[in-house]
T-cell receptor, first 114, second 113 residues
Framework: AQSVTQLDSQVPVFEEAPVELRCNYS??????LFWYVQYPNQGLQLLLK??????LVKGINGFEAEFNKSQTSFHLRKPSVHISDTAEYFC????????????FGPGTSLSVIP | DSGVTQTPKHLITATGQRVTLRCSPR?????VYWYQQSLDQGLQFLIH???????AKGNILERFSAQQFPDLHSELNLSSLELGDSALYFC????????????FGQGTRLTVV
């Protein structure tokens, strides 16, 4: 079955330190990949997406992610985090055999410590 | 503001009742997706409509149903409600039939008592 894994449920990090949030998915069949952010009591906002082309994708708020097909991963990175980055982050995958469904990972709660 | 509007924002109802959640997609978007978010299940895809037609079903219970109207707004109907149906219900919209970028509403928080 298709699945998305985010191994770290909680990631605490000090302000201005770098962070990496990990995402792996279950199959190497062609995929579309997404990272969303959810701030408290709000909906999800798209941070970045990979549809095709360059494997390094840049998004909003200084985030970037790298698609690694052989490792079926799409890890999210930011070189220097701010307090305002404290939020829940979701990785999501659409398999091209099933365009209509986007499967979300369980989420990673990022806490930025002043 | 994503441009996707969901009403109501909060809903409290008793077990066994029926409720309707409403979603207005972004202007010009033809696809509407419904998701359920709960602490134990995470974000679960429920159903996808494109231009009035059902495109895909996910983990949607038989007690739940949805439709998309000619003006493209969508409604999610939840009936015979149980305590376990308490959750945040999100609607998202995208332009075409393939989900390459979905915009989410603020959600409806349903509490079943």
């Amino acid at each position: 079955a298709q699945s998305v894994t985010q191994l770290d449920s909680q990631v605490p990090v000090f302000e201005e330190a770098p962070v990496e949030l990990r995402c792996n998915y279950s199959s190497s069949v062609s995929v579309y990949l997404f990272w969303y952010v959810q701030y408290p009591n709000q909906g999800l906002q798209l941070l970045l997406k990979y549809l095709s082309g360059s494997t390094l994708v840049k998004g909003i708020n200084g985030f970037e992610a790298e698609f690694n097909k052989s490792q079926t991963s799409f890890h999210l990175r930011k070189p220097s985090v701010h307090i305002s980055d404290t939020a829940e982050y979701f990785c999501a995958v659409t398999w091209k055999t099933s365009y209509d469904k986007v499967i979300f990972g369980p989420g990673t709660s990022l806490s930025v410590i002043p | 503001d994503s441009g996707v509007t969901q009403t109501p924002k909060h809903l409290i109802t008793a077990t066994g009742q029926r409720v309707t959640l409403r979603c207005s997609p972004r202007s010009g978007d033809l696809s509407v997706y419904w998701y359920q978010q709960s602490l134990d299940q995470g974000l679960q895809f429920l159903i996808h409509y494109y231009n009035g037609e059902e495109r895909a079903k996910g983990n949607i219970l038989e007690r739940f149903s949805a439709q998309q109207f000619p003006d493209l707004h969508s409604e999610l109907n939840l009936s015979s409600l149980e305590l376990g149906d308490s959750a945040l219900y999100f609607c998202a919209s995208s332009g075409g039939p393939i989900n390459t970028e979905a915009f989410f509403g603020q959600g409806t928080r349903l509490t079943v008592v």
